[in-house]
């Protein structure tokens, strides 16, 4: 039945909206440093269970969920502050080791602070479900496509068009030669991890509504969006997006025609397979290993 | 008494010193180790006044939402007892280790309530994995456990030392397809998570469907983390011969399943098992869980039980006291926590000592305990002892709270 | 060093900075060298540090519990130090390492369980099962470098977690299987103080062969290959063999130790396997010391313990477990025991 296809295709994307966001973090934070960022994922929780208590005080709604997206941001700079910069020398290992004692510890504290419950945000325009073609689509949804949309957009503009883009991507590309540039690479570190902050947080506010949230909601999240990067090609923003495209409707696809038992296992398979046979994934660049 | 009861304590431990010095001699080092052994001994004979609970619950961790209630009802009442005087004179001694729903934790933390901490009863596993990790220990150990997972598998076979105080998964199908025969539903779809609990509760649901006419002729599972289960409802809506949809699952994700049944506009009855009975559920599913049915234990609607329900006084008392401490309505998983305390301490009240066969032996001739869940009737075939009848009701949610299915 | 000696001469024929200079005063070098070996080497200092601690500590330890502890640190070390191997020495990093503990582990508890196979027969098994898979996967996975290994290990734990947790049938599924006790020669193996001494002596024995691997040529060529793969390739070591033949030792270990913890807790779950249980294995090593036997030890010792003593903090204790591997990360990003030891090398003469 093509309105089944049509649903479980609406659900895919829909989910993979959320893994594309989770990837960019990834990949943003991979150019910059070369670090995998085991906390990204909670950065998603943070934004989420912390639009949930600010909108508890009594804050409006819009204003909460921009604050809590700002603190998604602080959060990635003071995780850079506080863990990353003092290490910068330490090696690759030590550093994704130091991200995920952040990620334990960024959930302890939230536990503390927060609880252990789940927590539903409102839907931003009512649960009233649009239905056309036979497929049932909720308005939270569309909020997600339209808010994933925009900010690939605005990360694209970024990149291209503004100074402090184009450095941290010559950064990206030849760290040394950025800063013989006279590139600031200390501020480009800050500013990547900043928006990977960011980056977790609005994915974190805006599927609250459908997946809620609790403090180990990133757990999941962040390993799927690590999966979404690698399967596009570790530090491809392009790659990141279709990465978690591809993902999201694989995902619903098993789910809807064959079985949900391996719907996991899948995403896994694909990746060992993409890596056997394109080592750098679909839109990764082709490395040379220096001597 | 007091004396009596140092001198059972002596032989069980001088039991278990001289096992394990039979096995010490057994190996090289004998001479030095036994050395060690005897300062084990003579820490161990310095037990002392208070009646030790030792627990290891999953307050942290995806089985959060079980523990932390369990852990908060312990604690409360622990604490109460004692400023009522304690158990045979003697203070309650409240040990707790957090597994974080992990079962090697959890195993090491039973033994650690054993061997160090010297527990006279166990309570805890918040989750069949963590209770079944600790099993085996716990039977070699002989330490008296009241579990508070729900899986048949924790007393069928009966174990010795093992008890339980949850309804089993099987008891809530058994119940949930007695009502579909009620309404003449013979066919029906069945979504589950592949989560410990929810596979349970699948399997344990296929076993017993064909007695109340059942056939599930859908069957679709999620992983527990999954955030959408659109596609898998789909699928079961896309069956024009199912006539109503089972949801065998506990956590979130019965509310993500709830609230895309809804969205999806399946107008087939849902049915969800006592995995969501509580506020929570109806908080995250809100207005999509109207007409949702299923099995919950008395806790939850002890304010809609009629006043000559044996059952009304002590759930009502039970959940004013919690609601007093925590601002906020007990769950049935926290139910469990004060039924298992309140049988520990019945039994050791029973069998004036803390002597662990002994109280293990009153625990199994538990006969007519009153607790929140249920009434409970213990024997050595029946390491459980609920019936169907007092320890679930079936309901409906309407207007945003539960309503009682009147049965007749 | 001496790490560091072996390693400039890792790729010469012989040891030539020796033999050229005068007899006598090559003697003096080489007897000051053995001295600080002797007090600071992994592979002898280590050593018999540890072979005291392992025969020394029942003295120490009080009751069931703590031996406990000691078995799963012994466990947990044995899979650290052949772990090490793959990613301190080789420079391979592996996220899927748990995946061949819950493995080998499941291996041995479903022949040994439900189809009676004799203990032994049935860890023998296990062990080979994994060397099966590891050693047909090793060949296209170990192409791969730094962050695609990574993800390409964690995939395949990823699906063998999967595998476990989803054949209900096989493997009992989420709520894990028990296990029936170890029987060797008609001997049931219950008591913790029989498990410390298996355990213990294992570690023993793989602590031994590793500090003899890292020094032997099939070490050197180890080092060659985390140093430069292509440098390596050029100077005629045959990286492929090296790289499979560590990743094989390395899944087999760990599938012995899975097997064995799965006999002494009598019961397995699929978190044996999972993703965090890997991260912690790699944490064990990366803690202690990469590349230091030594530090894989430390490391398996103290993320088995420290659980154990935040376990009274409650709330608190992830945050603190988090903020403990932070700072050990920042300050120390050697690990634990490179670290110390440069301290005390910089304290003594």
């Known amino acids: 039945m093509f309105s089944d296809f049509l649903q479980f295709l609406v659900t895919g994307v829909t989910i993979g909206a959320t893994y594309a966001l989770v990837a960019l973090g990834f990949s943003i934070i991979y150019n ?19 639009a949930v208590f600010i909108i508890a005080t009594g804050v409006p709604m819009p204003v909460a969920l921009l604050i809590a997206v700002l603190f998604g941001g602080l959060v990635g700079i003071l995780l850079y502050k506080g863990g990353i910069e003092p290490a910068r020398d330490a090696g690759v290992i030590p550093l994704i080791i130091i991200t995920v004692g952040a990620a334990l510890f960024l959930r302890g504290v939230a536990q503390v602070v ?25 308005p939270q949804s569309l909020w997600v496509l339209g808010i994933t949309v925009l900010i690939v957009a605005a990360l694209g503009y970024f990149f291209t068009r503004t100074m402090l883009g184009k450095a941290i991507l010559a950064t990206s590309h030849n760290r040394d030669a950025a800063k013989l540039m006279g590139i600031n690479t200390n501020m480009v570190l800050l500013v990547s991890f900043a928006l990977a902050g960011l980056l977790g947080a609005v994915a974190g506010v805006i599927v609250a509504p459908i997946t809620f949230t609790y403090y180990e909601v990133g757990v999941m999240l962040g390993l799927k969006g690590f999966v979404a990067a690698v399967l596009g090609g570790l530090g491809s923003f392009v790659g990141a997006i279709a990465g978690g495209v591809i993902l999201g409707v694989t995902e619903a696809m098993m789910a809807g025609y064959i079985s949900s038992d391996y719907k996991d296992a899948v995403a896994f398979v694909l990746i060992l397979l993409i890596l056997f046979f394109m080592p750098s994934g679909i839109f990764g660049k082709g490395g040379v290993e220096r001597v | 008494m007091e004396s009596a009861t140092h001198v059972i304590d002596l032989v069980t431990i001088e039991k278990r010193l001289w096992e394990e010095i039979v ?16 300062g084990l001994g003579v820490s161990q004979v310095a037990a002392d006044e208070p009646i030790r609970i030792g627990s290891f619950l999953s307050a942290s961790g995806p089985a959060s939402f079980l523990g932390d209630p369990q852990r908060k009802t312990l604690r409360l009442y622990v604490d109460r007892i004692n400023e009522e005087g304690g158990v045979l004179g003697r203070p309650l001694e409240f040990t707790y280790y957090d597994d974080h729903g992990a079962s090697d934790q959890a195993r090491t933390f039973a033994r650690r309530l054993i061997a160090r901490d010297r527990s006279h009863i166990i309570i805890g596993g918040s989750t069949t994995g963590a209770t079944m990790a600790a099993v085996e220990l716990i039977e070699r150990l002989e330490v008296p456990f009241i579990s508070l997972a729900g899986a048949v598998v924790v007393v069928e076979p009966v174990k010795k030392w093992v008890f339980k105080t949850p309804e089993t998964d099987r008891m809530a199908a058994e119940q949930v397809f007695a009502d579909m025969q009620r309404r003449g539903i013979s066919r029906i779809g069945l979504i589950s998570g592949t989560g410990g609990f929810g596979a349970s509760g699948r399997q344990q649901s296929h076993a017993v469907a064909a007695d109340y006419g059942i056939e599930i002729i859908e069957d679709e599972t999620y992983a527990p983390d999954d955030t959408d289960m659109t596609p898998q409802l789909t699928r079961i809506r896309a069956n024009p011969e199912v006539e109503a949809i089972l949801n065998f699952d506990f956590g979130q994700a019965p509310a993500i399943v709830t609230r895309n049944y809804a969205a999806l506009g399946i107008d087939r009855p849902l049915y969800q098992s006592h995995g969501v009975a509580s506020e929570s559920y109806l908080e995250l599913a809100g207005a999509a869980a109207e007409g949702v049915r299923l099995p919950v234990s008395p806790i939850l609607v002890a304010d809609l039980l009629p006043d000559d329900d044996p059952q009304k006084a002590p759930t009502m008392a039970f959940r004013e006291t919690y609601r007093e401490a925590y601002g906020e309505t007990p769950s049935a998983f926290a139910g469990y926590a004060y039924d298992a305390l309140m049988l520990a301490v019945d039994a050791i009240e029973r069998a004036g000592t803390t002597d662990p066969h002994a109280v293990r032996d009153a625990l199994e001739q538990t006969t007519d305990f009153q607790g929140v869940t249920g009434t409970f009737n213990m ?25 009682l299915i009147e049965q007749d | 060093m001496s790490d560091h000696k072996v390693d400039n001469n890792a790729l010469a024929a012989d040891n030539p900075t020796v033999s050229a200079r005068p007899p006598a005063e090559a003697l003096r070098e080489l007897r000051r060298w053995r ?25 120490f330890l009080e009751g ?6 000691a078995i799963l640190v012994f466990i947990n070390a044995s899979v650290a130090i052949t772990l090490n191997l793959l990613v301190g020495y080789a420079g391979q990093i592996s996220l899927g390492h748990a995946a061949f503990f819950g493995l080998g582990g499941y291996g041995t508890a479903i022949l040994a369980t439900r189809h009676d196979w004799p203990a032994l027969a049935a860890l023998l098994a296990g062990v080979l099962l994994v060397a099966l898979v590891a050693f047909v996967i090793a060949r296209p996975i170990l192409r791969l470098k730094g962050h695609y290994l990574a993800m390409a290990t964690l995939g395949l734990g990823m699906i063998i977690y999967l595998i476990i947790t989803t054949e209900t049938g096989l493997t009992g599924g989420p709520d894990g299987m028990s296990v029936a006790p170890m029987e060797v020669f008609g001997y049931l193996v219950f008591d913790e103080l029989v498990w410390y001494w298996i355990t213990g002596i294992l570690l023993l024995l793989i602590y031994w062969l590793s500090v003899n691997v890292i020094e032997s040529p099939v070490g050197r060529a180890l080092r060659a290959v985390h140093g430069s793969e292509i440098a390596a390739i050029n100077s005629g070591v045959n990286v492929t063999h090296y790289k499979t033949l560590v990743f094989v030792v390395s899944a087999m270990v760990a599938a012995l130790m899975g097997g064995l913890f799965a006999f002494y807790s009598g019961f397995i779950t699929p978190t044996s396997s999972d993703f965090m249980h890997s991260i912690e294995f790699v944490v064990m090593v990366v803690l202690g010391g990469m590349a230091s036997v030594v530090g894989a030890v430390v490391g398996a010792l103290l993320l088995t313990l420290l659980p154990q003593f935040l376990a009274a903090m409650a709330d608190y204790k992830w945050l603190v477990y988090g903020l403990i591997l932070m700072l050990v990360m920042i300050f120390m990003p050697k690990g634990l025991v490179p670290t110390v030891h440069g301290w005390i090398r910089r304290w003594l003469p």
């Not at chain 1, 440093?33 to 943070?46: E, K, L, P, R, T």
């Not at chain 2, 096995?23 to 005897?38: D, E, G, H, I, R």
């Open chain 1, 32 to 50: 910059a440093s070369h670090v995998i960022n085991f906390a990204q994922g909670d950065f998603v929780m943070i934004g989420g269970m912390s």
């Open chain 1, 114 to 138: 927060w609880g252990r419950s789940y927590h539903a945000l409102p839907p931003f325009s009512g649960d009233e479900p649009i239905r056309f073609l036979g497929v049932v689509v909720m």
């Open chain 2, 23 to 38: 096995m010490l001699k057994k190996t090289l080092l004998a001479a030095v180790c036994s050395v060690a052994a005897f």
């Open chain 2, 379 to 403: 024997s050595p075939e029946d390491h459980m002892g609920l019936d169907i009848e007092t320890s679930f009701r079936m309901v409906e949610v309407r207007n945003g709270t539960w309503r």
């Open chain 3, 35 to 59: 001295w600080q070996d002797l007090v600071f080497s992994a592979r002898y200092g280590g050593f018999f540090v540890l072979l005291a601690a392992v025969l020394l500590a029942p003295l």
């Open chain 3, 64 to 69: 069931l519990y703590e031996f406990d502890l």
